[in-house]
């Protein structure tokens, strides 16, 4: 498979390069914005408290700061059909705030956090329209389909070869993306073992109508990954972390071999009736979650699990109606959690909403909260850890919104809206290993108590200063469920606190 791939990118470089290039356009567009936000709480329990019951001095305290952000897309034209498309972000940083250790990852980049806060590049590819289709080859936004829920056009690009080709209103769309590449190299020497790569297959097609008062398009795409980065050609042990029995701790170590096959199938439709705008996506994700080389010693090990599959399910559907100058509309989003009865199977976790889809001003909000404020904490469980967190993500969720606004002059709109979200699962630990989380037994006499996230009531004004200068001002308001406990034993009496943000940013487009 590797072998064909590399074929039929080397066929793709030499139509591409077969092009004479003369002379080269450059076509500049950039984002810049500068934003402040203050945040009442960073953590929204009412004082982290330790096994005896006792709070923290100072449990939840406010943050405020300036921040910003450049953006610059780039795109070198060497003739109609051929084209360089670049993209990097630079100057990412709270002013004058402490700079990141050169080491940490950017959840929202190609390059480090170190790197964004002077200059990274996350795009450089070649577009090219040929004609026996679209062919691009490089490092672009991954995991991009359909509508803006569970994408990641935000988060890290990816090394992609992606083919598109029309026939009418139908376009054929196949790709695949390197997710990790674990051969060894001269960055990543004394690599062992062989076939441990995550790769990415997708295909596809999209459809588009439009009537006389009915317009949209709908596509489907499956996508099939393989995820061999945890498949050693020889077992050896690692150690994840504790396992607590009553009063003590003792070590748990798990063996580095399986291997992960997991299939998607993501339909989506828009569709726009008058002044309605429609639109619902669909992701069903099943497969291996760990499929283990020695399965019999797994399956008999108290600590590990046999084989376990996947069956994830997410749900989205959105309306807008224009009325004039006033608009309305609702958002649904179904994304299933995990049961942990099913020791044998994974529902949710694995699924998300995506990066690109900030529904809240505070919950589920992946870009203020999470990647600015640093996400704000839940009590988390017994010892004060953050297992639940406010922003990021959204998963394991119902989540309802009902939102209006209005646009008195053409510069000017106003927006409100009301959510309310529901964890689909309580929080609850397994008795067996699940990678990125410790095993503890679960106790009968301690539980995530409640499932709601809370309602949130947010009020956004944005005022277009020119047609590239824009100005925003935001309050929302988030009444806190009791999800965020964490445990509640009987007699700590664990309480969650009400919490709030005020933002505003200027940006600026071109």
């Not at 224009?322 to 649904?332: E, I, P």
């Amino acid at each position: 498979m590797k072998r064909c791939w590399l074929f039929l990118l080397s066929l793709g470089l030499v139509m591409a390069f077969s092009v004479s290039a003369f002379a080269v356009d450059v076509k500049v567009g950039a984002d810049y914005y500068v934003g402040g936000l203050y945040l009442n709480k960073t953590s929204v329990a009412d004082g982290f408290r330790n096994y005896f019951n006792e709070p923290s001095n100072d449990p939840n305290p406010s943050t405020a700061f300036l921040y910003q952000r450049l953006r610059v897309d780039t795109d070198f034209i060497v003739s109609p059909c051929l084209k360089l498309v670049t993209r990097f972000d630079a100057m990412e940083r709270i002013w004058g705030g402490q700079r990141s250790n050169p080491g940490d990852s950017d959840p929202n980049s190609a390059g480090t956090r170190a790197e964004n806060e002077n200059i990274a590049f996350d795009v450089t590819y070649i577009d090219y329209t040929s004609p026996i289709g679209v062919l691009q080859v490089g490092y672009m936004p991954d995991y991009v389909w359909g509508t803006v829920f569970a994408d990641r056009a935000n988060g890290p690009t990816a090394g992609q070869i992606k083919y598109s080709k029309p026939f009418g209103p139908f376009t054929f769309v196949c790709g695949y993306a390197k997710e990790e590449d674990m051969s060894t190299s001269a960055v990543f020497p004394g690599q062992d073992d062989t076939d441990q790569d995550y790769d990415s297959y997708r295909l596809g097609g999209i459809y588009n109508f439009k009537g006389n008062k009915v317009s949209g398009e709908a596509g489907l795409l499956f996508t099939y990954e393989r995820d061999a980065t945890f498949k050693a050609d020889e077992n050896y042990t690692l150690w994840k972390g504790w396992l607590q029995i009553f009063w003590f701790y003792i070590p748990v170590y798990t063996e580095r071999s399986y291997l992960r096959n997991s299939y998607k199938v993501n339909p989506y439709a828009k569709v726009k009736i008058g002044p309605v705008n429609l639109q619902a996506e669909l992701v069903y994700q099943f497969g291996d979650a760990y499929k283990w080389e020695d399965v019999e010693a797994h399956s008999t090990d108290y600590f590990k699990p046999a084989n376990v599959s996947v069956s994830a399910l997410s749900v989205f559907l959105d309306a807008t109606a224009n009325l004039g100058m006033f608009y309305t509309g609702g958002s649904f989003a179904y994304l299933s959690g995990d049961d942990p009865s099913t020791t044998d199977k994974i529902e949710g976790g694995i699924n998300n909403a995506g990066l690109d889809w900030n529904p809240c001003l505070i919950l589920f909000n992946n870009d203020t909260i999470s990647y600015w404020a640093g996400g704000v904490s839940g009590l988390g469980d017994l010892y004060g850890g953050n297992r639940t967190q406010v922003g990021g993500p959204m998963s394991n969720a119902w989540f309802g919104q009902l939102r209006g606004g209005v646009k008195p002059t053409p510069q000017l709109d106003i927006m409100m809206s009301l959510s309310y979200a529901k964890a689909d699962k309580n929080k609850n630990n397994r008795l067996y290993f699940v990678e990125g989380e410790w095993p503890v037994i679960n106790y009968s006499w301690g539980n995530y108590p409640g499932t709601s996230y809370g309602f949130e009531v947010d009020v956004i004004g944005t005022y277009n200063i020119t047609n590239n200068l824009s100005y925003m001002m935001g309050v929302g308001y988030l009444f806190t469920g009791d999800y965020f406990k964490g445990y509640d034993l009987p007699g700590y009496d664990y309480k969650v606190v009400d919490d709030y943000i005020f933002i505003n940013k200027l940006t600026l487009r071109f």
